[in-house]
């Protein structure tokens, strides 16, 4: 016998499960039944595919049991005490000593210090990030005081027990069991005594695994009314691949169940889409978009949610290539009939039946997708709020379907009330209207207050309100909505579109005056320009034509771009402010020059842009306050 000791991430997260998720405990039975399920699905695969497993006998079934075992309380007097106890034990791979001492003694996966970093301290909600992350085993100290776990590994001889009681440390030593497999003994505690009776363990497999594709099978005591007790052993799950059965057989209930199943979600999914194609290649996929967005769907290191089946026979859940990135929210299956079984992860990449079934599956979904938008515009807006900006990245990197992805797309505008549509805005466009208009930056309140949609509003054009960073990259990239030009108001050429004659009159009136301004400020701007219709403010800035503009700019920083050409922005005057009216007849040469430093950096404030020289631009405030006492 050996003891051998946890590795630091284990005793931390054990001590976090214990002592701060225990809020949903029942889940502990939810992971051990999906491992149970790898394992035969490993095992499977094998037989079908490796010789050295082909003569072993494959009988896939997942066995749960509950009853009392007898335990030694080491106290001044010793005594006895009866425990209860829950066995998982399957017929799957197994594990032999090095296997239990890496799979259960460490925490393998990369993704799992990320774990620690998205706990939101709502116990509910964290536990359920458990089986997400790769770390299910652990939920069984939830309900236990010890955990023992031994397994055979197929084609071994050996067979080894491993043991715990989650507290710093566990055993491995030699042990007995009959054929290959696993079996998981938890000594419970308090907690999870209520669990051990036939009504909760039945419940909860129903509830979370009703559609693993092997059959669980419970074990219970009848007593007859003359006392005499019978063992009796009954398949409580559905036992089938649920993504094989036809649409016809199946309810709304069973597909919720499955997603629980897949997901270790415990909510409804928003959408699901079940397909089967029949001809050329055949194949059957089951899509689920969920209601929220999972954790990690911002993370380089995310997990993919689709499950690979080949005639029914799992093949890999770690595929990111199965589904575009962008469409990384999606959880489901995709099963074909046209692969080989023993087909090398490089193989798939390059497959041309995968490539086929992936693009025809990206269709379905978008398509579903829009559908959902024309007939439910409320749920659609759910949808949205969680994922509008992978569907962005989408319409930015997915040529082929860039027209579909962009009928998905919804923006805030100046003229509704929540999201609009391109369709609708164009729609809307009044007569003579170039373009659609529309103007981005990080806060949607400070937006609506732009002092470059005072033009706009005058003139009651719609300005689509843009908030989201990566707008800044998208839509630039669109260029167009059918035929029609998207423009940013915040470029120097845009607010020409909507010039009147008698703006241009005013606009030329302070000719002189921009000039006077632009030797003031050479070093900072690329030109000044007029601007009629700005409202109460009397400058603001805009990028040149061909320029990134300041939020690309900050965007690029942010992103890690550092070396980029330090861009100027274009300095915009309004005629009619009365500011600008008094500069115009100012002689004095300090007050002029404060006053056109002000404008600038006043319209550099509004932007939400930090001032270089936050000083020097206090002074000047002081100085102008001062002079107007
Ligand atoms: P995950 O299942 O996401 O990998 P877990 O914490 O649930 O994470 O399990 C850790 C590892 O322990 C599994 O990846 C697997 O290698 C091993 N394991 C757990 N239970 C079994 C079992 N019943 N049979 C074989 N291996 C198992
Ligand atoms: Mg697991």
């Known amino acids: 016998m050996s003891k051998r000791k946890f590795k630091t991430e284990v005793n931390q997260l054990l001590h976090l499960i214990i002592h701060s998720l225990y809020s949903h405990p029942e889940i502990f039975l939810r992971e051990l039944v999906s491992n149970a399920s790898d394992a035969l ?19 896939p079934r997942i066995d749960i049991s509950f009853g009392q075992q007898e335990r030694r309380v080491i106290t001044l007097s010793e005594t006895k005490k009866e425990r209860k106890v829950i066995t998982v034990s399957d017929t799957g791979i197994g594990m032999d000593a090095e296997e239990l001492e890496k799979n259960l003694g460490t925490i393998a996966r990369s993704g799992t210090r990320d774990f620690f970093g998205s706990l939101t301290g709502d116990a509910k909600k964290d536990s359920n990030l458990i089986g997400q992350f790769g770390v299910g085993f652990y939920s069984a100290f939830m309900v236990s005081e010890s955990v023992e776990v031994v397994s055979k590994k197929a084609g071994c001889e050996e067979a080894y027990r491993w043991k715990s009681d989650g507290k710093g440390g566990y055993e491995i030593d030699e042990a007995v069991r009959d054929g290959h497999g696993t079996t998981v003994t938890l000594l419970l505690n308090g907690q999870g005594e209520e669990y051990a009776n036939r009504f909760s363990l039945e419940a909860i497999i129903r509830k979370y695994s009703n559609h693993i594709p092997f059959p669980i099978h419970l074990s219970y005591e009848t007593e007859a009314n003359d006392g005499t ?8 799950n559905a036992a089938s691949a649920l993504w094989r059965r036809p649409k016809s057989d199946l309810e709304e209930k069973d597909y919720t169940e ?4 897949i997901s270790h979600d415990d909510e409804d999914p928003l959408l699901y889409i079940h397909t089967r194609a029949e001809g050329k290649i055949e194949y059957s996929t089951l899509f689920y978009i969920p209601k929220k967005a999972p954790i990690d769907l911002f993370w380089a290191e995310y997990q993919p949610g689709m499950k690979l089946y080949i005639k029914r026979v799992f093949i890999t859940d770690d595929d990111k290539e199965l589904l575009p990135r962008y469409l990384r929210f999606v959880r489901g299956v995709i099963d074909s009939e046209d692969l080989p079984l023993n087909v090398s992860r490089e193989m798939l990449q390059k497959n ?7 693009s025809d599956s990206v269709k379905r979904i978008l398509g579903e997708l829009k559908e959902l938008k024309e007939k439910d515009r409320a749920k659609y807006d759910l949808f949205y709020e969680e994922f509008r900006r992978p569907l962005k990245e989408g319409a930015y990197q997915d040529f082929g379907n860039r027209e579909l992805l962009v009928e998905l797309l919804q923006f805030k505008s100046t003229k509704t009330e929540g999201y609009t549509s391109l369709s609708e805005y ?8 170039k373009a659609v208009y529309y103007v981005t930056g990080e806060n949607e309140k400070t937006l609506r207050s732009s002092p470059l ?21 998208v839509i630039p990239a669109l260029g167009r909505y059918k035929e029609i030009e998207l423009k940013a108001v915040k470029r120097s050429d845009t607010l020409d579109d909507i010039k009147s004659e008698e703006d241009k009159k005013k606009e030329k009136s302070i000719g002189p005056l921009l000039s006077r301004i632009a030797d003031v400020l050479k070093e900072e701007v690329k030109s000044v320009t007029a601007s009629a219709g700005l409202g109460d403010s009397p400058s603001c800035i805009v990028a040149d034509e061909d320029d990134p503009t300041i939020g690309l700019q900050q965007l690029l920083k942010a992103m890690g771009q550092k070396t980029m050409p330090e861009i100027k922005p274009v300095l915009k005057v309004n005629p009619d402010h009365p500011i600008v009216k008094s500069l115009e007849k100012t002689e004095d040469g300090e007050v002029f020059s404060d006053t056109c430093r002000l404008l600038f950096e006043q319209a550099l404030l509004v932007e939400g842009v930090q001032l270089p020289d936050s000083s020097s631009f206090v002074k000047r405030l002081n100085r102008a306050l001062q002079r107007s006492l």
């Open 41 to 59: 699905d490993t095992l499977k695969y094998l037989t079908l595919t490796d010789e050295r497993y082909k003569k072993i006998p494959f009988d």
């Open 229 to 236: 007790k019978t063992k009796k052993t009954e398949q409580v």
């Open 258 to 261: 499955f997603y629980r199943t």
């Open 352 to 358: 041309a039946v995968l490539a086929k079934i992936k």
């Open 426 to 433: 164009k729609e809307r466009m009044t007569e003579g209207q």
């Open 453 to 473: 949609l005072e033009p706009f509003k005058q003139k009651e054009i719609e300005v689509l309100i843009m908030d989201d960073e990566i707008d800044e990259i």
